[in-house]
Structure formats: structure tokens, C-alpha cells
């Protein structure tokens, strides 16, 4: 028989347009695939785009949703009639409301972390970091089991907040596709043709919500540093595919700058991903796994990244199609660019058997408490 789960989710996920939102929709449609599954998410949804789960629009859009005491009840009636098993949440901001319904109905709680809130707010500069991490202790305190996005989120809820371990489990972001792809060669010929780039210069791509600081600040470290040492090399041909919704006004949408081409919000990032020669990620701030990384080596995409921006993701598992370098070492940055253009090899099968959404949604279903 299967499990039934209900999660609730606080933000609108469909259609996506960040990797956030992406995570928690891909997640939800492969968990929906293998248990019974009911969401409880917002009115900003799109239900044409659900697959394989019911999607209830009980939560109001805004602030508002926060203070919607009245859910309790009737998902405490939803949960009662239908036999669900086990609430589960995204993120620690509706913990007060899992809470109450871990109480009421008598059913293991269960969080999904995709960062340590509290500490990227931190990151961020945010003053009020030091509330949310009041809050965010007690709620993952009292869940019967706790979804990490990575093994160093694990370790500091284990070390930092003493969490015990045995209810702490690695639930990673994931990839919809199990093995290497066999279309670049194609995707890479359509992004040619799109933006005018010659069958020459090598595509070097960066993507990202660039509303979002450290994807923000990442963006002028590729113009500011990353691109100036590309163009001393001699005879090297590129141009460097920049990504993503919600670039500030003061980068003038990258305008007249040399071997950047700024695209905007794509409609298919995945082809971008599988039609790169490298994927760059000179992230070096924010929290939890950096979910384009995943995306570009899941796509057969060898990329570079800042320490910094490596972190979450299982080094391991990755082998050479990963290069970290040290961070702001951007003269190192731009030679492992570089060196690392002509290596044909794949992405291994170790990282498919980690990051591949039906392996990680299985596993996130054994996770669960008897």
C-alpha cells in the first residue's frame, strides 16, 4: 500500500522561474509517482502543470498566508478523512502550523530544508537573522524527521544545533534525466543560431535569479574580473551566455560589453545547459546546494566553480567535471576556464545515482518514521 504524504508549501512553484521553486516542483511530481501525495499551496498556482499529485490552493498569496489559522482545522479535517500519514512542510516558515498539526492529528512531522534559513540570512545582512534562528531551531526540534539539502547541512544541524542524527537524512536537489543527455550537439547548433555565435567561439554559460545578491554580485565578478582575463588569451574564441530574470538596472542589461551576451529569462534553461562547452559559478555567498551547478553537470556540462559556490555538492560523486577553485583566486578561475574547454569526458554514473529524482524520492519515502 501506498504512503500517504501531505506537504504544504508557502510559494507559488508553477510554472517555475528559479531553482528554488524548480526543486520543490520536480520533487513533489517524482514523491507524487511513488505515494499518494496531496499539496497544499497557494492560489498562484498553475494546476494545469500538476502531475502526478492534487494540488489544493488553500493558502492566500502574501503575508497573510502566515497568519491563516483557520488551515489548521481544515486540514486537520482533510488529514483525518483521508487517512494521510504524515505532514511534511518546505521550509521552516508554516512550522508552527505542522506543528499544530503534528499535535492534533498524531502524525510524524516531517521539514524539508533547502538551506540553513537563518544562516544565509545571516550571509545576507539581515538583522533579524538572530529571530529566525530562534524560530528555525524549534522547528526542526520538534520534527520526527528533517530533509537536508546536503551532508555540511546535516553536520551543522547534527554538531551546531544538536539535532540527533538518526532523524537527519541528505534529500539533495535532483535532476529529471538518469544519465548523460545525447542531444547537445543539437541544443548547442540552436543556441547558436539563436545568438549569433560562430562555430568557433566556445559558450561559457552563467544563469541564475539575478535579483538575488550573490547571483547579482557573481555577475560582476564575470565582468568585472572573469572577463578581462579571458580576453588577455591569445586566440581564444568564446562568448559568455549570461542567463536569468531580474538583473538590476544598474548593469544596463550588459550592454556593449565584449563576449557577453545577456539573454534574460529563458524558456528552456536545460537547453542552455546541455548546449555549453563549460558552465561557470563564481557564487560566493548564499546558503544551501547551488541548484544551477547540479543542473549544468547533470546536463553533461563541465563546470567551474568558486569554493564557496561548490559547497552542498558532493565532490565525489562529480570526478573531473567539477573544478573547484579558491575563492576570488580569479586569475586561477579564468586559466581552469581555459584548460578545461576541451575535455570531452562525462559526467559519472555516481553523480546520476545521487541526484537523479527518482533515486532521491525513493529514498526520501524509506526515510520516513514507522
Not at 108 to 114: E, F, K, M, N, R
Not at 313 to 339: H, P, Q, R, S
Request: proline share 4%; aromatic share 12%; glycine share 8%.
Amino acid at each position: 500500500m501506498k504512503k500517504k504524504v501531505l506537504s504544504i508549501v508557502s510559494y507559488s512553484l508553477l510554472p517555475y522561474t528559479t531553482g528554488g521553486q524548480k526543486s520543490v516542483a520536480q520533487f513533489n511530481e517524482f514523491l507524487g509517482s511513488q505515494c499518494d501525495f496531496t499539496v497544499i499551496g497557494t492560489a498562484g498556482n498553475d494546476l494545469s502543470l500538476v502531475h502526478n499529485y492534487t494540488l489544493l490552493p488553500w493558502l492566500q498569496n502574501g503575508l497573510i498566508k502566515f497568519f491563516q489559522f483557520s488551515l489548521f482545522f481544515k486540514i486537520s479535517k482533510l488529514i483525518k478523512d483521508n487517512g494521510i500519514q504524515y505532514c511534511m512542510i518546505e521550509h521552516p516558515y508554516m512550522g508552527w502550523l505542522g506543528w499544530l498539526i503534528r499535535w492534533n492529528c498524531k502524525i510524524p512531522l516531517i521539514v524539508h530544508t533547502h538551506n540553513i534559513e537563518f544562516l544565509r540570512f545571516k550571509s545576507l545582512g539581515k538583522k533579524w537573522w538572530f529571530i529566525l534562528m530562534m524560530y528555525e531551531k524549534w522547528i526542526l526540534k520538534s520534527a520526527d524527521t528533517i530533509f537536508c539539502i546536503s551532508e555540511d547541512d546535516r553536520q551543522y544541524m547534527i554538531k551546531n544545533i544538536k539535532i540527533d542524527a538518526m532523524k537527519c537524512h541528505v534529500i539533495t536537489f535532483g535532476l529529471p534525466i538518469p544519465a548523460n543527455p545525447s542531444d547537445k550537439k543539437e541544443a548547442r547548433e540552436i543556441i547558436k543560431k539563436e545568438h549569433h555565435i560562430s562555430d568557433d567561439e566556445s559558450i561559457i554559460l552563467f544563469n541564475g535569479a539575478l535579483n538575488y545578491g550573490p547571483n547579482a554580485d557573481a555577475v560582476r565578478d564575470i565582468i568585472e574580473n572573469i572577463n578581462p582575463l579571458l580576453l588577455s588569451y591569445q586566440n581564444f574564441k568564446y562568448k559568455i551566455v549570461i542567463c536569468g530574470k531580474g538583473l538590476p538596472k544598474e548593469f544596463n542589461e550588459l550592454k556593449n560589453i565584449q563576449n557577453i551576451i545577456y539573454t534574460g529569462l529563458v524558456p528552456d534553461i536545460e537547453l542552455y545547459f546541455k548546449a555549453a562547452d563549460l558552465f561557470i559559478n563564481p557564487v560566493l555567498g548564499g546558503g544551501g546546494i547551488k541548484t544551477k551547478l547540479v543542473e549544468a553537470l547533470g546536463f553533461g556540462t563541465t563546470s567551474i566553480s568558486a569554493k564557496t559556490g561548490s559547497l552542498g555538492c558532493n565532490l565525489e560523486a562529480c570526478g573531473d567535471k567539477l573544478v573547484v577553485i579558491k575563492d576570488y583566486d580569479w586569475d586561477a578561475f579564468a586559466k581552469a576556464i581555459v584548460e578545461n574547454l576541451q575535455q570531452d569526458i562525462q559526467t559519472p554514473n555516481s553523480f546520476y545515482d545521487q541526484y537523479y529524482w527518482g533515486n532521491i524520492t525513493r529514498k526520501a519515502l524509506e526515510a520516513l518514521p514507522n
